[in-house]
């Protein structure tokens, strides 16, 4: 058994957990990061890779402003740019009372620095001529982008690594407790990599199964498990460059410029103990209808391949963010409810900086696990 100490523990090796390390370690605070399977490869490697604020909850846009700094200083950051691109984000209407609805967001997102502007079918046509006639109008935000899921995490990792923090993959935690004034996190379920961590602070950031390690502690969320599913074509020219998504979310496009056009809609079985979501064909065929109404031209695509992956979705679909209301020292960071890959690198500054300090500059406003307390709690 190998035994290690720390500052800062860190359950879960998605961008949130590897985002927090990365910041910690740049502070100089020694911290752990223990994964149950390899760093990035859960909700934060298989997403869509929307880089947005365009018609998300006001709560989330101060956290967002801090993950978009980082995402704009990233290949310093990191020494890659994970694809990251600023392309432009069209939140696309399809009814009148979409439009209203976009437009009451635009005004509010305005008071967060947040500039959108509201595109009538004509004004969307002329510049974009590629859409259905199903579309009606559009919100433009042209500060949004896209990047590629599959580099962003193994790039914080990496650097988390290099910067000086200790990350082990391929450790489950299986039992955490508070033994005096520090955690004792102790996980491997190979005899052979058996592991225990003191610290004096411990990061929830296990995603979906989070509130296992929240329970622990006498603290749940409601929080189901969601499981978006994914497609994506063969390359084609390329046409599209704003990263799409419409009022209702039940479709959301990129194509990247080596021509695969990449398009989310439906949901997969879950399996949250097995660690993955099973593709289920039919949402697949559902998907593409929603998405060829939108574009007719991706009728003329094929697709290559189809995914689907898990994530926490809270009863309000905000996040859970903030220190426990049981345990001093312990942070939760999880919950991102199918937004987290956008904000993650700004929440790991966040957490870095609650987890160092005890404060951060960041309102966190209502985001806290305590809104759960005494409600009726569904838990995946
Ligand atoms: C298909 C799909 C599409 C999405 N599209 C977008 C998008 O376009 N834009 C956007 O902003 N967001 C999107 N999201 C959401 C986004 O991917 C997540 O919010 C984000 O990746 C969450 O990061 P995380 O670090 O909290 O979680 P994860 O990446 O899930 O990481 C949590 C980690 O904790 C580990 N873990 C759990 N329990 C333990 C344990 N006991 N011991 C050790 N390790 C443990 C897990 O193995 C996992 O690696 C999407 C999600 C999905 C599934």
């Not at 500060?143 to 489950?172: I, S, W």
Request: aromatic letters at 6%; charged letters at 20%.
């Amino acid at each position: 058994m190998e035994r290690l100490e720390t500052e800062i523990a860190i359950i879960g090796g998605g961008i949130v957990g590897c985002s927090t390390a990365l910041h910690l370690a740049m502070r100089g605070v020694p911290c752990v990061l223990l994964e149950q399977g390899q760093t990035g490869a859960a909700a934060s490697g298989v997403n869509f890779g929307g880089v947005r604020r365009n018609g998300r909850a006001l709560e989330e846009l101060p956290i967002a402003a801090r993950a978009f700094e980082i995402w704009r200083r990233m290949s310093e950051l990191l020494g890659t740019d994970c694809e990251y691109a600023i392309t432009g984000h069209l939140k696309l209407a399809r009814s009148e009372a979409d439009m209203t609805l976009m437009a009451r967001h635009a005004e509010a997102q305005a008071a967060y620095g947040v500039r959108v502007e509201m595109l009538s079918r004509n004004a969307l046509v002329a510049r974009y001529p590629y859409f259905g006639a199903s579309v009606l109008g559009a919100a433009w935000c042209d500060g949004d982008g896209q990047a590629n899921p599959r580099l962003v995490g193994p790039a914080f990792a990496r650097a988390a690594a290099k910067a000086g923090a200790t990350l082990r993959e391929h450790v489950r935690v299986a039992s955490v407790i508070k033994d005096g004034e520090r955690f004792l996190v102790s996980g491997g379920d190979h005899p052979d990599h058996r592991l225990e961590v003191r610290a004096r602070v411990l990061v929830n950031a296990a995603g979906a199964w989070a509130n296992q390690v929240a329970a622990r502690f006498g603290e749940q969320a409601d929080m189901q498990a969601m499981t978006p599913q994914m497609v994506v074509t063969e390359p084609c020219p390329y046409f599209l460059v704003p990263a799409l998504g419409v009022v209702g979310g039940d479709t959301y496009i990129r194509q990247i410029p080596r021509g695969n056009i990449v398009f989310g809609g439906g949901y997969g079985d879950t399996a949250l103990e097995v660690g993955r979501a099973a593709v289920v064909p039919k949402e697949t065929l559902g998907a593409c209808a929603i998405a060829t109404k939108l574009i007719p031209r991706l009728a003329e695509a094929t697709v290559i391949r189809v995914w689907s992956g898990f994530e926490g979705i809270t009863a309000d679909h905000l996040p859970v963010f903030g220190p426990s209301l049981t345990t001093p020292g312990l942070i939760h960071a999880f919950g991102f409810s199918g937004h987290g890959f956008a904000l993650s690198p700004g929440v790991g500054a966040i957490v870095a900086e609650l987890a160092a300090t005890g404060h951060t500059p960041t309102p966190l406003g209502p985001l806290g696990i305590g809104r759960f307390a005494g409600k009726a709690i569904r838990s995946c």
